[in-house]
């Protein structure tokens, strides 16, 4: 199984119940050649992969496929040969403003209800007519297209050329409810199908391994190459597997909400207030199109939805308080000291570096608010904390209304939680009461080699292993405590903050 992530690229040799038998890690450069640019060059997700999987190879027998999962929404542009004619531009790739803004004056809102998501510079469409303008000769040299690192490399491994839907659902170019690529779109990038890389579901074999690249792989030639899905719904699928309602969180040093729902319902669960300030309802108001906080992807098989609410600094905010507020202390340390300061009445927004969600706005900064003269430094830390609770809640809220018609929802069942926030208890007892539902730990730093592995078993037609969520040790669950209706009063005053400011982080960010 193959990670190829954005700063690096992992391999796992696994055994038939998904255990990692051998694993590897390789570094990945990542180039800024300008503000607000960021590119890799496909060459280096090859290098790397040939050097993590021959380092698995090495230390174990032989696999019986190849699968890969990682990085999405990257634009490759590729030459007769199928080779890069210049570096890939990442999801995180932001210089084609202006050309978000061409495409958005010509389709208006009939963009977004097509792609399900609210687009933004991010977005592959946007970059590729950025390529156009900027780049003509690029242009001219372009033969075919990839959409992520995972579908490169497959490619030159001898696959077909081919995109996940989860990864298609990110670019800005799919028809979220065709599972087609929009014509519209295409016409005016001008782009032939033929550049269009196969649209295939997450457990698809897309070939077989080629003669060359099985040499530099040191594996069989003819072993079958899997196309997972792309990283979001391979941690999920990992996770939580694929029931609709199934919710998890991550608490890593960015944050998010999962959640699985069914499609018919996800289009409603995504819709977004015509009135009123950007990411909230309002009672009452017309629901019409994709709420701007809420990406909506095809999920794990290709048959579900998979909603994701982003909160770009979640433990990053965290270690910052832990750093400027109780500098030299160990975490351990740290996290006695605000379990013994209890609940605070601070409302911190942990939104150190822009915000996707609950509500995206790339100028929002973080902000303390009750401040008295008797805070202490364990009060700030551990509202660092809350903050992400807060925003986690919010998520949840608007997310809830239609992932509660799913037949298989249930409101009470425990929440499993990820990423190296999860390893501290007073974080996750922090979540618990917040949100008001039971969390748990999950060890899930191989969730997306495991949803990789489950897709590479479905797609041979083996058995497939249950996701992590199912082997949790039921007694590290943690229910919410009595401390819950103090964050419950508070936690509405918290997810006005970001709107109340709007105009404040717009004068700081220079406009």
């Known amino acids: 199984m193959v990670d190829a992530g954005t700063t690096a690229l992992k391999a796992a040799l696994l055994d038939p119940v998904g255990r990692a038998m051998a694993s590897a890690s390789v570094e990945l450069p990542i180039s800024h050649p300008g503000p607000g640019r960021a590119e890799q060059h496909p060459d280096d997700w090859w290098r ?22 990682g990085q999405m929404q990257d634009l490759v542009a590729l030459d007769r040969g199928a080779r890069p004619v210049r570096p890939a531009l990442l999801y995180s790739d932001l210089r084609a403003t202006a050309e978000l ?5 010509k389709f208006g809102a009939a963009w977004s209800r097509a792609i399900g998501n609210v687009p933004d510079p991010s977005s592959t469409a946007a970059q590729l007519l950025w390529v156009r303008e900027h780049e003509p000769d690029t242009w001219r040299a372009l033969r075919g297209l990839a959409f992520s690192a995972p579908g490169y490399l497959l490619l030159r491994a001898g696959g077909r050329a081919t995109c996940d839907l989860t990864t298609a659902s990110t670019t800005g170019l799919l028809d979220i409810e065709a599972r087609a690529w929009w014509p519209p779109l295409l016409e005016v990038l001008g782009l032939g199908a033929e550049l269009l890389p196969e649209l295939v579901d997450g457990v698809s074999v897309v070939g077989e391994l080629g003669r060359a690249a099985a040499e530099e792989l040191d594996l069989s030639a003819g072993l079958p190459l899997v196309h997972a899905p792309g990283d979001a719904a391979a941690v999920t699928g990992g996770l939580i597997g694929e029931r609709p309602g199934a919710i998890s969180i991550s608490l890593g040093t960015s944050g998010w909400v999962a959640a699985l729902a069914d499609p018919a319902l996800a289009g409603a669960a995504l819709a977004g207030a015509v009135s009123g300030p950007a990411g909230v309802e309002l009672a009452g108001a017309e629901l019409t199109g994709p709420h701007e906080a809420i990406h909506h992807l ?6 579900e939805s998979l909603l994701i609410g982003a909160l770009l600094s979640a433990g990053a905010t965290v270690d910052w308080a832990r750093r400027s507020y109780l500098p030299g202390a160990s975490h351990a340390d740290a996290d006695l000291a605000a379990e013994q300061a209890g609940p605070t009445g601070l409302l911190m927004l942990p939104s150190l570096a822009g915000e996707r969600s609950p509500v995206r706005d790339p100028l929002a900064v973080g902000a303390v608010v009750g401040l008295r003269p008797d805070t202490t430094p364990a009060q700030l830390y551990r509202a660092a904390m809350e903050g ?4 986690l809640r919010r998520i949840l809220t608007i997310m809830g209304p239609r992932l509660a018609e799913a037949a298989e929802y249930d409101a009470s069942r425990w929440l499993p939680v990820s990423g190296g926030g999860a390893l501290s208890p007073v974080f996750t007892q922090i979540v618990a009461d917040v949100l008001g539902r039971p969390v748990a730990p999950v060890a899930a730093e191989q969730a997306g080699m495991h949803g990789a592995y489950r897709a590479a078993a479905a797609a041979l037609g083996g058995t497939v292993p249950p996701p992590l969520a199912e082997r949790a040790d039921p007694s590290t669950i943690r229910h919410p405590g009595p401390a819950g209706a103090h964050y419950a009063r508070l936690a509405d005053a918290h997810a006005q903050l970001w709107e109340l400011l709007r105009p404040t982080f717009g004068v700081l960010g220079g406009r």
């Open 48 to 69: 790397a992969f040939v050097a993590a999987v021959r380092q698995c190879r090495a230390a174990g027998p032989p696999p019986a496929a190849l699968a890969v999962t």
């Open 388 to 391: 992400v609770g807060y925003a």
């Open 101 to 105: 803004g061409v495409l958005s004056d």
């Open 298 to 303: 095809v999920g794990p098989t290709g048959r």
